[in-house]
């Protein structure tokens, strides 16, 4: 099989060259020329040619022609099927156009006038005489709203076109009519309407099933907004057109844009919580399913709540059956067991807290009996707190809030959690950071003789700056160490040229990490829990604790082990961490006895 000759590209035309062409007055000439410019790529040096090219050619041009009659054929002559530009060189002629007519460059001569009309009723599919038609393609809604675009924009009267013998009712009228003729219409007259102001010519029964429905079918939301614009009436109807369309996402955040309510629109506010169930069901999150239908101030209504409710559970029993513990704790912690008699009763105590097959059990390595929850009010807890945590050479990090519910909902710090080599506090933020607490942290952020250690603990840090701007403690912290996801990218490519197993190169957190690091990943099934109830729950604390308790292992693990000492990621986080610091002494056993769980 031959190959295709690539085709030469032409030579570049200079300012002169281009100027003896546009002189010659022969639009067809120009329009072949630029095209052949722009299909080599000339596009931004033709651009800046163009406007100076048609001005110096201005005093050149043959009696009866003038340079904004000139590029309006040449534009015209663009719609000639001979030409198969792909590059859409009628807007940047447009461009030229308005910035020569703006600099005062050119005047509308009445032959321009009569050919802006003609050429808009020409597009728009009515009758004009030919004579004063610039030779162009057939009518092409597309190109209509160009020219109308363009001449509103050099027209700087209220009324869009009293110099050209258009009225703004005569167009609307056409563009309705096409609009009716065929929705390949829709974009074209949503932009020509836009443009006049004329949107309420458009009917609220036309508005959804001409214009709305098939835009939002060919994602032109933009094109949707653009014609809805200010008007509080045309925007619900976009929106309601929008959850016809099961596009309750992209409503949602255009509703969040405009500043409105979301109670204004109930239908979406469902939609997406039955979204968000819907998820969460499938991932047997069921702390997420009990958040979203307790949230009273998400704009849907309480009796919506409670069929929602009914509604998650028949989900739960249709996805995991009858039997299954999750469908049986949904069920109880709704209160509706009289409506499913059917499913099992969840089995006693928090069958959530049990370790999972594959997973760390907590147990195994920290005695929950020294895992503390701390309040700002508890004088001894905060003493011992502090004196446990500046005797140890690490202090894992971590901080939990409850999950956002919707987009804007402010995040609010619940709780952080300190780790040492055997306790770990978990301080209760709920209530704030009393003068107590906010010594103990400042003391602990402030001492040099520990780490602090955490996945992504800048980002900790700084939620809990801004969401207690006025602590002491926060406003600086001393030696830390940040696991970031650069040293999973790292470990994951070691892991790969060594042929290990492909479930250790997949993830992104602290599970993963914990995954390459120690041999076991974390059971991650609480972090969307409800982080602002109290008490919390066991899975809660178990899942608290580990969460600033594993980094602090990962580190020995890392600065010890010479397997990853060829590493550079591990040769800098070496590097960082002072050789004063020696790892703690009975690290090696809580490794062994983590690996054994």
Same mark, same amino acid.
Do not use: Y
């Given at each position: 099989?031959?190959?295709?000759?690539k085709q030469k590209s032409p030579t570049p035309l200079s300012q002169e060259e281009l100027c003896a062409i546009i002189a010659r007055g022969d639009c067809y000439e120009i329009a072949t020329a630029l095209e052949q410019q722009l299909r080599g790529k000339e596009h931004s040096r033709v651009k800046a040619l163009l406007p100076d090219a048609f001005s110096t050619a201005s005093g050149q041009l043959a009696a009866g022609m003038d340079v904004a009659l000139l590029l309006m054929k040449t534009i015209a002559t663009f719609q000639s099927s001979s030409l198969q530009n792909k590059v859409a060189p009628q807007k940047l002629l447009l461009e030229v156009l308005r910035g020569l007519v =703006?600099?005062? &460059?050119?005047?509308?001569?009445?032959d321009f006038q009569l050919s802006i009309n003609a050429l808009v009723r020409h597009m728009l599919g009515v009758s004009v005489n030919a004579e004063l038609l610039p030779e162009c393609g057939p009518p092409a809604m597309e190109f209509c709203a160009l020219v109308v675009h363009a001449a509103g924009l050099l027209d700087p009267h209220e009324e869009p076109f009293p110099a050209y013998g258009i009225r703004r009712e005569e167009i609307a009228t056409w563009v309705l009519c096409a609009l009716q003729q065929s929705r390949l219409n829709a974009k074209p007259a949503a932009i020509i309407l836009a443009d006049l102001k004329s949107q309420d010519y458009v009917s609220t029964d036309m508005l959804s099933t001409l214009l709305y429905i098939p835009l939002l079918e060919e994602d032109l939301n933009e094109v949707c907004v653009r014609f809805a614009g200010e008007d509080h009436s045309r925007r619900s109807q976009l929106v309601a057109?929008?959850? =016809?369309?099961? &596009?309750?996402?992209?409503?949602?955040?255009m509703i969040a844009q405009w500043g409105y309510d979301q109670s204004e629109f109930p239908v979406i506010a469902r939609m997406r919580k039955q979204a968000a169930l819907t998820?969460?069901?499938a991932?047997?999150?069921?702390?997420?399913?009990i958040m979203q239908l307790e949230a009273a101030d998400s704009g849907v209504s309480p009796q919506d709540l409670e069929e929602l409710g009914l509604w998650a559970c028949q989900r739960a029993i249709s996805h995991h059956g009858e039997e299954d513990s999750f469908t049986g704790c949904l069920v109880a912690r709704l209160g509706l067991a009289i409506d499913f008699p059917a499913v099992a009763p969840p089995p006693e105590g928090d069958p959530a807290a049990q370790a999972k097959e594959g997973f760390v059990d907590i147990a195994t390595v920290l005695?929950?009996?020294?895992?503390?929850?701390?309040?700002?009010?508890?004088?001894e807890l905060l003493a011992q707190a502090r004196e446990t945590l500046l005797a140890e050479k690490a202090i894992g990090v971590d901080v939990e809030w409850k999950p956002v519910m919707r987009k804007g909902q402010p995040q609010r710090c619940a709780l952080l959690q300190l780790a040492g080599r055997h306790s770990v506090f978990l301080f209760d933020l709920l209530d704030g950071i009393s003068v107590e607490m906010d010594q103990v942290l400042q003391d602990l952020w402030n001492c040099e003789t520990a780490i602090k250690v955490g996945f992504a603990i800048c980002g900790d840090f700084r939620q809990l700056s801004q969401a207690f701007p006025e602590s002491q403690a926060m406003r600086q912290v001393l030696r830390y160490v940040d696991f970031e996801v650069s040293i999973i990218d790292a470990l994951q490519r070691d892991a790969v040229r060594q042929g290990v197993a492909a479930d250790l190169t997949s993830g992104r957190g602290l599970s993963a990490l914990s995954h390459l690091v120690l041999g076991l990943p974390l059971d991650k099934s609480a972090r969307m829990s409800n982080w602002e109830e109290r008490?919390?729950?066991?899975?809660?604390?178990h899942y608290a604790a580990l969460d600033a308790w594993v980094p602090m292992l990962c580190l020995h693990r890392l600065l010890e082990d010479e397997r990853y000492a060829h590493l550079p990621i591990v040769q800098s986080l070496r590097a960082q961490v002072s050789c004063r610091d020696t790892p703690f002494p009975d690290a090696d056993g809580l490794v062994r006895r983590w690996l054994k769980s």
């Open positions: 099989m031959k190959k295709q000759k =703006q600099t005062g &460059k050119c005047h509308l001569s009445k057109a929008m959850a =016809q369309l099961q &596009k309750d996402k992209a409503a949602s955040r998820w969460a069901i991932k047997k999150e069921l702390d997420v399913c005695d929950l009996s020294q895992v503390f929850v701390v309040t700002g009010d508890n004088l008490p919390l729950r066991p899975q809660q604390l």
